[in-house]
């Protein structure tokens, strides 16, 4: 507890796949929970190996955690690249956060096998009140996992989203559907990329108290923007620079392939410009032309 409450990144002892200021601003996420909420249930969409979830299974303020990860094999990503996750199934993630926590701690995570947006509302309860988005990072699947993971918290709750600057356009989309549901919310972005929104009583605080950690908002979603767009952009100037070389090694083999049919055609003509300059094919034109005659007649 110690090292969560001092923001000690030593205690992810399973992966995460985030950077090291990401891993400070989940600790400062989850104190704030506990200051907040006192006791909170976590909720957690896109979970991988475990690696977020284990401060959460170690804390005595989470109740419970419940990891819903559709676990494909692969996904696409708004930096127009697919990648991949061979074995990844829950029951690895299981194993490699059981090799590390006590059987207690395990005992409050249920995982679900499936997109968050088929998860029947009734299936949780009680409701969570802190939730991670950290599953397939375009647009439209990130808010997509907003709306299904409202209907599974209290009204008064914190959502955070990580990537933040992959799926910008998301947390802003999100942003206008709460204003459409006249739902009360406030969002920081914290370092590197972890977004935090507050909604309801929890709006304000997370303002208040999480601001002051945060980065300027309108800089850092100028600066995304502008990163994605030069990594789309040199993914694509790949694949153009695969295809061109593509394009040109079939077009050395189509030109060797008319080189050889011009030599093989030029030894052809030669082989029959020495037959017919030959004394043989002159000596002979009489046969031939008996044999033409004979062949004409036989046809008609």
Known sequence: MGMIETLDIAVFQVNTG????DRTSFLRVQNFARSMLGRYVYLEVGSDIGGSLLPHLIDPACEAAISVDLRPATQPDERAEVFHYPDNTAARMITLLSDRLPPAAMAKLTTIDSDVSAVPSESIEPKATLALIDAEHTNTACFSDFVGVLSLMKPDCIVSFHDANLIADAIVNAERFLDRLGIMHETVFLPDTVAVMGLGRLASAVRDQLQPHALDRETSLDRWQRQLWSHIAS????????????????????????????KASQEAQ?????????TTWRASAPVRAVVDRIKRGLAR
């Open 18 to 21: 985030s950077t090291l200021s």
């Open 235 to 262: 993914v694509h100037s790949r694949q153009n620079d695969a295809e061109l070389e593509h394009l040109r090694s079939d077009n050395s083999r189509l030109v060797e392939e008319i080189e050889r049919a011009r």
């Open 270 to 278: 030669a082989r029959q410009d020495a037959i017919t300059s030959s």
